[in-house]
């Protein structure tokens, strides 16, 4: 079965430091990978996405991620953490098969803390 | 400012009464999805459409319908609510079908209370 896991239910970080947000997957065939944060009674936010080529991709607000096909992970990571990026953080992966019902898999999210 | 609209924000609702909760996009997206989302179980799927006047049944369907009139709009009936469709619910939209490398867009959500 397909699946996503985020095996850190909340993170904490001081301000300042650098943070990991852990994320592996488990699809057939070459995913597609999606980082989204969600603000206190906001909608979530799409931050970056690996569809194919360079590993190490950049998106909003100073954030990155890793693909790692042999590890199947894509953890998001930031070398600075703010305090205004406290929030909860969702990876998602859609596999590739034909077909026209590809839907993505969402993890069940991390709770950011960054303490000042 | 280009996105997407839902309402109510929030509502409190009798079990047994009918509600629609409504979305609309302005960004051209064909596809649009419907999630709930609940503590510990994150989001999950209850209803999509690849394009307008197609719909599809997501993870949890049970309860919940929705229609496709037209591009914009993308809207989810609960026909006789229980109180375990208490959720907050999010609309998003995305430039192609589901599943595509194509980021998804969310509205700002709408809290559901059902008594």
């Known amino acids: 079965a397909q699946s996503v896991a985020q095996p850190e239910d909340q993170v904490n970080v001081a301000e300042g430091n650098p943070l990991t947000v852990k994320c592996t997957y488990s699809?057939?065939?070459?995913?597609?990978l999606f980082w989204y944060v969600q603000y206190p009674n906001r909608g979530l936010q799409f931050l970056l996405k690996?569809?194919?080529?360079d590993n190490l991709v950049k998106g909003s607000y100073g954030f990155e991620a890793e693909f790692n096909k042999s590890q199947t992970s894509f953890h998001l990571k930031k070398p600075s953490a703010l305090v205004s990026d406290s929030a909860l953080y969702f990876c998602?992966?859609?596999?590739?098969?034909?077909?026209?019902?590809?839907?993505?898999?969402w993890g069940l999210g991390t709770s950011l803390a960054v303490n000042p | 400012i280009a996105g997407i609209t839902q309402a109510p924000t929030s509502q409190i609702l009798a079990a047994g009464r009918r509600m629609t909760l409504r979305c609309t996009q302005d960004m051209r997206h064909n596809a649009m999805y419907w999630y709930r989302q609940d503590l510990g179980l994150g989001l999950r799927l209850i209803h999509y459409?690849?394009?307008?006047?197609?719909?599809g049944k997501g993870e949890v369907p049970d309860g919940y319908s929705v229609s496709r009139a037209n591009t914009d709009d993308f809207p989810l009936t609960l026909a006789s609510a229980v109180p375990s469709q208490t959720s907050v619910y999010f609309c998003?939209?995305?430039?192609?079908?589901?599943?595509?490398?194509?980021?998804?867009?969310f509205g700002p959500g709408t809290r559901l209370t059902v008594l």
């Open positions: 459409s690849n394009t307008a006047g197609t719909t």
């Open positions: 699809v057939s065939g070459n995913p597609y």
């Open positions: 690996y569809i194919t080529g």
């Open positions: 998003a939209s995305s430039a192609r079908q589901g599943g595509s490398y194509n980021e998804q867009f």
């Open positions: 998602a992966v859609s596999g590739t098969n034909a077909g026209n019902n590809r839907k993505l898999i």
